[in-house]
């Protein structure tokens, strides 16, 4: 597929359509205990919808994107910005696209997104047995900050 068939879209948690759509693609996604664990170590399973939201977009700083062929979204990313530092979360590919460069392609969107909102430094978690995102991570100038037990390994990066 050439890159003219992939779209970014930006969603909002507070528009009812938007929740409504989003839930039913991640409902499909983490249908998988380990899965889920990757993306984010905090959700039990089987996946809480309301509990995603509770625990992480609660907060008006967060910026979500899609990544989109036609109507089908294809992946997902999310960056809360607090002071001038984008902390970025639950970058998810369906496994049906990966290898195609699109988690760099959303990485970069976001970044993009948090330095207009005055971000320098762009920081995120994931977890230790996750080694394609640490490679994905490392390749685009994140370094290894510190670990939270056995959760997740910290990485930041300054632009």
Same mark, same amino acid.
């Given at each position: 597929?050439?890159? %003219?068939?992939?779209?970014?879209?930006?969603?909002?948690?507070? #528009?009812?359509?938007? #929740? #409504?759509?989003?839930?039913? +693609?991640?409902?499909?996604?983490?249908?998988?205990?380990?899965?889920?664990?990757? +993306?984010?170590?905090?959700?039990?399973?089987?996946?809480?919808?309301?509990?995603?939201?509770?625990?992480?977009?609660?907060?008006?700083?967060?910026?979500?994107?899609?990544?989109? /062929? @036609?109507?089908?979204?294809?992946?997902?990313i999310s960056l809360v910005k /607090?002071?001038? /530092?984008?902390?970025?979360?639950?970058?998810?590919?369906?496994?049906?696209? #990966?290898?195609? @460069?699109?988690?760099?392609?959303?990485?970069?969107?976001?970044?993009?997104?948090?330095?207009?909102?005055? !971000?320098?430094?762009?920081?995120?978690? +994931?977890?230790?047995?996750?080694?394609n995102a640490i490679e994905l991570?490392? !390749?685009?100038?994140?370094?290894?900050?510190? %670990?939270?037990?056995?959760?997740?390994?910290?990485?930041q990066k300054s632009v």
């Amino acid at each position: 597929m050439s890159a %003219q068939e992939y779209t970014l879209e930006e969603i909002s948690y507070s #528009r009812k359509e938007d #929740r #409504r759509i989003i839930e039913a +693609v991640l409902k499909s996604w983490f249908k998988d205990p380990k899965t889920l664990n990757f +993306v984010d170590p905090r959700m039990t399973f089987p996946f809480k919808f309301k509990k995603w939201v509770n625990l992480s977009y609660s907060n008006s700083n967060t910026s979500t994107l899609l990544l989109k /062929i @036609g109507d089908w979204i294809i992946g997902y990313i999310s960056l809360v910005k /607090i002071e001038n /530092i984008g902390h970025l979360f639950h970058l998810y590919i369906d496994p049906s696209n #990966r290898g195609n @460069g699109l988690g760099k392609k959303l990485i970069h969107a976001i970044e993009d997104r948090g330095m207009n909102l005055g !971000c320098d430094t762009f920081s995120l978690n +994931v977890a230790p047995k996750n080694e394609n995102a640490i490679e994905l991570y490392k !390749c685009l100038g994140y370094k290894k900050t510190g %670990q939270s037990g056995n959760l997740s390994i910290k990485m930041q990066k300054s632009v």
